[in-house]
């Protein structure tokens, strides 16, 4: 009992780190949005980037869009059922970023598809690559049917070069749809609606803790319980002993 008193405290502890480590995420991922956005990460920076230091980094690129090589990739949203639609920003380099130019329903053509490379300037959220798939399925490159943004995967499949490792989603400024009538006329017209990034994390550690240093405290008052008890019982047969051997 000892040994799983002190297993509960040790998951406890844990969970009360887990704790603070999520506060402290959802904090940095919290400024990130909502500073003002910094230049897209570079090539020189792209080993680097991790979901703790670049995930939801608000950013700023230009370049020209390669529609004949956007990706549908399948979504849900508060709209419906759909697709993201992932085109490949080229910048004046020649380095790639993928951007996520927004959700379009199901069955809906895109406006831009069939169009010449054109010309664009994009904010949004840097988000790092879902590699496999998603929806309980895996992307199938070979189909082009895709069920999670997976960059690289999409990039060798259009033998695209110089790719960066993370794609952007794109706010709905970007594709002029900033307001609730303006999402509106951009579905109606075929645009895909950017901005619909959705930002949650879970936190239930501390109801974690709370059950894992409950179990402790059960399991430290069960001890007593048992030690007084048998503690009990011992005199109780001292007490018959000592009665017996006078008896004798």
């Known amino acids: 009992m000892l040994v799983v008193f002190l297993g509960f405290l040790v998951l406890g502890t844990w969970q009360v780190k887990r704790l603070f480590w999520k506060l402290d995420l959802i904090e940095r991922v919290d400024r990130r949005v909502h500073a003002a956005p910094v230049a897209a990460p570079g090539p020189d920076t792209w080993p680097s980037i ?4 670049h995930e ?3 950013v700023h690129t230009a370049g020209t869009y390669l529609y004949s090589q956007t990706a549908r990739v399948q979504a849900v949203t508060i709209y419906g059922s759909g697709y993201w639609l992932l085109t490949p920003l080229r910048a004046a380099d020649g380095t790639i970023i993928l951007i996520n130019r927004g959700y379009i329903a199901t069955g809906a053509r895109d406006v831009k598809e069939g169009a010449n490379d054109g010309p664009a300037e994009v904010n949004g959220l840097l988000r790092i ?3 496999g798939g998603g929806f309980l399925r895996h992307n199938d490159p070979a189909g082009d ?4 943004r997976d960059v690289q995967a999409i990039a ?6 110089n790719v960066a490792p993370y794609f952007v989603d794109a706010d709905a400024a970007s594709n002029g749809s900033a307001q609730q009538d303006g999402r509106a006329t951009a579905r109606a017209a075929g645009e895909p609606i950017g901005g619909l990034t959705v930002i949650a994390f879970p936190n239930n550690h501390l109801v974690y803790a709370l059950t894992w240093y409950g179990l402790a405290l059960m399991t430290a008052g069960a001890g007593f319980w048992v030690m007084r008890d048998e503690k009990r019982r011992r005199a109780a047969r001292s007490d018959q002993e000592s009665n017996n051997g006078k008896q004798g």
């Not at 060798?156 to 070069?161: A, F, G, I």
């Open 50 to 53: 991790t979901a703790d230091s």
């Open 56 to 58: 939801y980094l608000h």
């Open 129 to 131: 690559s879902e590699r």
């Open 145 to 148: 049917r895709w069920f999670s």
């Open 156 to 161: 060798d499949v259009r033998k695209l070069n």
